[in-house]
């Protein structure tokens, strides 16, 4: 019986296992079966393509930007956090991070 259940235990994992790797990069529907769905024109359907194609370009470019900008934000708290560390020392830096810490504002949980 136990050899029965684990082999089933197996084999329910790798089954999903394999259709999570099969619909790895699957976001949404593909844009052929949504074409043949509206059941468009060819010319349609081609400027459907293109357009969601445009709009997939452009929001990778957004997600571009957005970690671009991430990166330079951090690079600046990193350049800020070296400066007072040279200018402190590490123990008023140590005290300097707790003060900061005490009086930040709290933050709110559902921004409404």
């Given at each position: ?21 099969q ?9 052929d ?48 956090r ?31």
């Amino acid at each position: 019986m136990k050899t029965v259940l684990t082999a089933l235990i197996i084999t329910a994992f790798l089954v999903g296992t394999a259709n999570a790797d099969q619909n790895k990069h699957k976001h949404g529907q593909n844009i052929d079966q949504v074409v043949s769905s509206l059941q468009l024109e060819s010319a349609t359907a081609i400027n459907l393509k293109s357009l969601m194609q445009s709009h997939r370009d452009e929001r990778q470019a957004l997600r571009q930007k957005v970690k671009k900008d991430r990166e330079q934000r951090q690079a600046l708290r990193k350049q800020h956090r070296q400066s007072l560390l040279k200018l402190l020392g590490y123990e008023k830096m140590y005290e300097f991070e707790e003060m900061m810490r005490e009086n930040r504002p709290k933050r709110r949980k559902n921004k409404q």
